[in-house]
């Protein structure tokens, strides 16, 4: 068996045991169901952090688990802004409680590092998943919990938080370029939070070209930090 990585709900347990054994590395992608107005897809939280895990995972090794699709403070209870539809929310004591509980989890099944990517930005969201991190951390002395978002460790020329904005719609063209429709964007008139849900640069000259760059940047540094997180605790 000569697997360095895979899918941890689409291998068999020796499978599963062979790889752990190398390379002891979960990947949690953690995304969301949200609107992301009428040019990408609902799901794009969650496609953008299991293809970021996946690209990762190749090149450092370890198992990629099934991404969660929960999260709180979604764009439909966003201040001034009115898109009700399209959203699943949860409240932040439940992302909370799933997150706390599924890094026990996977502590108790001997992953030594863990990389949480969260696709989702909104906060407290995210902070609420840092906090997790952080408080397993300081419980845990011999694993480790990365949280993070693509954008914490991509410079600002590259990436920025956004929300379908140039820089998501970038990486999802690059990802899943059918589920894209640019041409659904307004031709005329400046996109907005309040009548487009996009916050950020104009997604409208956004290519699959500079989504590859933002992806290999990701990966290039996500790689390295995990580099480093396997010589201190595997």
């Known amino acids: 068996m000569d697997l360095h990585w895979g899918f941890y709900d689409k291998l068999r347990p020796a499978q599963i045991e062979a790889i752990q054994k190398e390379n002891p590395i979960a990947y949690l992608p953690w995304g969301a169901i949200e609107y992301h107005g009428n040019h990408n897809p609902t799901g794009l939280d969650t496609h953008k952090a299991q293809h970021l895990c996946i690209d990762v995972a190749s090149k450092v090794g370890g198992l990629v688990l099934p991404p969660v699709s929960l999260a709180a403070n979604l764009i439909k209870s966003y201040p001034g802004v009115n898109f009700p539809k399209h959203s699943i929310e949860f409240s932040e004591k439940v992302i909370k409680q799933i997150c706390e509980e599924y890094l026990e989890q996977l502590a108790s099944q001997h992953f030594k590092i863990i990389m949480l990517l969260s696709g989702h930005a909104g906060e407290p969201h995210l902070q609420i998943l840092r906090?997790?991190?952080?408080?397993?951390?300081?419980?845990?002395?011999?694993?480790?919990?990365?949280?993070?978002?693509?954008?914490?460790?991509?410079?600002?020329?590259?990436?920025?938080?956004?929300?379908?904005?140039?820089?998501?719609?970038?990486?999802?063209?690059?990802?899943?370029?059918?589920?894209?429709?640019?041409?659904?964007?307004?031709?005329?008139?400046?996109?907005?939070?309040?009548?487009?849900?996009?916050?950020?640069?104009?997604?409208?000259?956004?290519?699959?070209?500079?989504?590859?760059?933002?992806?290999?940047?990701?990966v290039k540094k996500a790689s390295e930090k995990l580099k480093e997180l396997k010589k201190k605790y595997c």
Request: a negative charge; aromatic letters at 10%; charged letters at 25%.
């Open 131 to 218: 906090d997790v991190a952080n408080t397993y951390n300081k419980k845990h002395s011999n694993s480790y919990c990365w949280a993070l978002a693509e954008f914490d460790i991509l410079p600002d020329a590259l990436l920025v938080a956004n929300h379908s904005a140039f820089g998501e719609t970038s990486l999802q063209l690059y990802y899943e370029p059918q589920t894209v429709n640019l041409e659904s964007l307004p031709k005329n008139r400046e996109i907005t939070l309040e009548t487009d849900a996009v916050s950020g640069d104009d997604p409208r000259p956004a290519t699959s070209l500079k989504g590859k760059k933002i992806a290999t940047a990701f």
